[in-house]
């Protein structure tokens, strides 16, 4: 059987979580027994899918998609011996959940139905993976979407690499950008398409502030900002343009590093949306950005 390039993105998730296989789902240790949880807080709409792990599965705004399901979420970590794991790559070994809470308009949800609906929401999420306690904090509250990982290491671990807060944007997404405080007046910016000079190619690829995407069929935009990293371990912004998937974020950090023992670090991220139109959303954007800066 031939497979495209583009059909194996969709093809690896769809092993991992059992979808169209005639398998069961995978069904995390710990969670509601629910396929997936939509949660809605004014303009902003959150998908939680249990095959996943409970890390996000869509975002939307304004009732349109700015993600796709079809992808991994949150944070995975890369291991030299075995490759990803964590979120929704089960193929190497599970990531065992500690904990997870539901919270709506500041109140616990003991047991969550499939649509939830309020003002504010938060979900707590810890777990382990090999050496790493990992906890995860997503929030909407604002039309924005707020993001808190953590990591701790008792004991030094050599990684491949470790991914925090990936997006899967749209695969109609069709341009980015991307900034930094030091110099407000330059960006980096370009196109993101099908075609084959921008095709499966990494994009921004150094430190920034924060970046954003617009999606044309919407007239909406995003724009992710970095709000606090720890210096050690680095981080750079990614964009990996694969058509007919996803446009994805990765904020990558410990490249071909070790995790020396006893870190504790902590990652902290807010998204926000607007809708403009394609000879303005740059502008649009700039302008949230700087918003962004004053998130609590």
Request: aromatic share 10%.
């Amino acid at each position: 059987m031939f497979l495209s390039p583009r059909s194996i993105p969709v093809l690896i998730l769809a092993v991992l979580t059992g979808c169209g296989f005639g398998k069961e789902p995978f069904k995390p240790n710990l969670g509601p027994d629910l396929p997936s949880i939509t949660v809605s807080c004014g303009d902003v709409t959150l998908l939680l899918r249990q095959a996943t792990q409970w890390t996000p599965g869509r975002i939307d705004f304004r009732g349109s998609p700015m993600t796709t399901e079809r992808s991994a979420y949150g944070t995975v970590f890369s291991f030299p011996d075995c490759g990803f794991i964590g979120t929704a790559h089960l193929e190497n070994e599970p990531e065992p959940l500690k904990s997870v809470a539901f919270i709506l308009d500041g109140q616990p949800v003991e047991k969550p139905a499939a649509m939830l609906k309020g003002g504010t929401f938060r979900f707590e999420r810890q777990s382990r993976i090999r050496g790493f306690d990992l906890s995860c904090v997503t929030e909407i509250e604002d039309n924005r979407v707020h993001e808190t990982t953590t990591v701790h290491a008792d004991e030094a671990v050599p990684l491949k690499l470790v991914y925090h807060f990936m997006h899967a944007w749209a695969p109609t997404v069709s341009a980015f950008m991307a900034g930094t405080d030091a110099d407000p007046g330059k960006t980096l910016s370009g196109p993101l398409h099908d075609g084959d000079d921008t095709a499966r190619k990494f994009f921004i690829n150094q430190r920034v502030d924060w970046m954003a995407v617009y999606e044309p069929k919407s007239g909406q935009f995003a724009v992710s900002r970095l709000l606090s990293a720890p210096e050690q371990g680095g981080h750079i912004a990614m964009i990996w343009n694969v058509p007919g998937s996803y446009r994805k974020f990765y904020l990558r950090c410990f490249n071909n590093a070790t995790v020396p023992a006893g870190f504790t670090g902590t990652w902290r991220m807010v998204t926000g949306f607007g809708a403009s139109t394609p000879e303005q959303w740059e502008t649009a954007a700039r302008a949230l950005a700087k918003q962004l800066l004053a998130a609590p």
